[in-house]
């Protein structure tokens, strides 16, 4: 697609439960990141990707989150047994390759309420 | 780590007057500073970015900012708003691919 899709967009679920999150980046883009923004707060990192390297996960809160993606394609955030603190917009960004002079291309977000 | 700090979490500016949002940043060397903009609904859009060179950056949709090593700030301008202008505006520095961003700044445009 033209641009870094996001699904679903909203989603309300009850704690305790575990849900997906889904992104996919803008085809060719090799770098893949993940940000939580809170109500009235700014993006806060959560881990991104980057080609078939490790990645880099010292964003990730606590080990109830974990992501995956198979190799430049779509990425998976999952949460598992949520919180009420957990209530946030997942953004999911790509960009052709990590660092700065390569712009990020950010999606709309998910919206996520934990009941 | 780098930080960044958005002092007004919003500001009301009338269609056609000039605007500032304000950034400072906390980091031992220059950093690379970004400014972002989030419509209702959309997702952030690139508005300008500094790397080095000129400290005044030109941006997308009239914006500018201007480095100022001195202050620690990165100050987003516009010298005539337009309605299609009210949105969120985050600031943000990144340093070996760690991005952070400020709280961001909602811009409220009254006609």
């Known amino acids: 697609g033209a641009g870094v899709s996001q699904s679903p967009s909203n989603k309300v679920t009850e704690k305790g439960k575990d849900v997906e999150l889904r992104c996919d980046p803008i085809?060719?883009?090799?770098?893949l990141y993940w940000y939580r923004q809170r109500l009235g707060q700014g993006l806060e990192f959560l881990i991104y990707?980057?080609?078939?390297?490790?990645?880099?996960k010292s964003g990730l809160p606590s080990d109830r989150f974990s992501a995956e993606r198979t190799g430049e394609s779509v990425s998976t955030l999952t949460i598992q047994r949520t919180q009420q603190e957990d209530s946030a917009v997942y953004l999911c960004?790509?960009?052709?390759?990590?660092?700065?002079?390569?712009?990020?291309?950010f999606g709309p977000g998910t919206r996520l309420t934990v009941l | 780590a780098q930080s960044v700090t958005q002092p007004d979490i919003h500001i009301t500016v009338s269609e056609g007057a000039s605007l500032e949002l304000r950034c400072n940043y906390s980091?031992?060397?220059?950093?690379?500073l970004f400014w972002y903009v989030q419509s209702p609904g959309q997702g952030l859009q690139l508005l300008l970015k500094?790397?080095?060179?000129?400290?005044l950056v030109q941006g997308i949709k009239g914006f500018e900012a201007e480095f100022k090593r001195s202050q620690s700030s990165f100050n987003l301008r516009k010298p005539s708003v337009h309605w299609s202008d009210a949105a969120e505006y985050f600031c943000?520095?990144?340093?070996?691919?760690?991005?952070?961003f400020g709280a961001g700044t909602r811009l409220t445009v009254k006609p």
């Open positions: 960004a790509s960009s052709l390759s990590s660092g700065s002079y390569n712009e990020q291309f």
């Open positions: 085809s060719g883009h090799t770098a």
């Open positions: 990707f980057q080609g078939n390297s490790a990645p880099d």
């Open positions: 980091y031992g060397a220059t950093p690379y």
């Open positions: 500094y790397f080095s060179g000129d400290t």
């Open positions: 943000a520095v990144e340093h070996n691919n760690d991005m952070r």
